[in-house]
């Protein structure tokens, strides 16, 4: 039986988010891999920086947003940290990143649902079992305690 050919490529064209930063016209399609690679290796504790220190959740939001945005540039030249944090208002600057990086975010989300959702399908039944023993074992009546009762 032959398994149907999924088209990755498709689900990318649905992307198109435009982005005006510093005077620059980003227009984001995709999302590179290095991203995600970048986030598994933060939540790993493998994510370092040049000094070999484990990089924080504000430098891979950094370093996941100027990928991106590097991945979506057709002509011009690259976008680099020190460019965003020259380019970027404080006032905006989350609110940018999450436009940028929300389909990736959205997207990791709700596979830790499912995978979530996965896990309590298969834990259920068990703990329902073993729930279900205890309570038949509580609520049997003890063989020591008949005849054992004293009277006074």
């Given at each position: ?19 005006t ?5 980003f ?6 891999a290095i991203?995600?690679?970048?986030y598994?290796r ?6 370092r920086d ?9 430098d ?30 404080a ?6 990143c ?14 830790q ?40």
């Amino acid at each position: 039986m032959s398994e149907a050919v999924k088209d990755f490529d498709a689900l990318t064209a649905e992307m198109n988010i435009p982005v005006t930063m510093g005077g620059r016209e980003f227009l984001i399609r995709k999302i590179p891999a290095i991203v995600q690679m970048m986030y598994t290796r933060f939540y790993l504790g493998t994510l370092r920086d040049e000094t070999g220190q484990q990089k924080d959740i504000v430098d891979l939001k950094l370093d996941a947003f100027v990928a991106t945005l590097n991945a979506n540039i057709t002509e011009g030249s690259k976008v680099t940290r020190d460019w965003v944090e020259e380019n970027a208002s404080a006032v905006w600057y989350d609110d940018v990143c999450d436009r940028v990086l929300a389909p990736f975010l959205e997207a990791r989300e709700k596979k830790q649902l499912q995978e979530q959702q996965r896990v309590l399908d298969i834990l259920t039944p068990a703990v329902r079992e073993i729930v279900q023993e205890e309570l038949d074992k509580r609520l049997q009546p003890s063989k020591n305690s008949k005849g054992n009762s004293k009277t006074t």
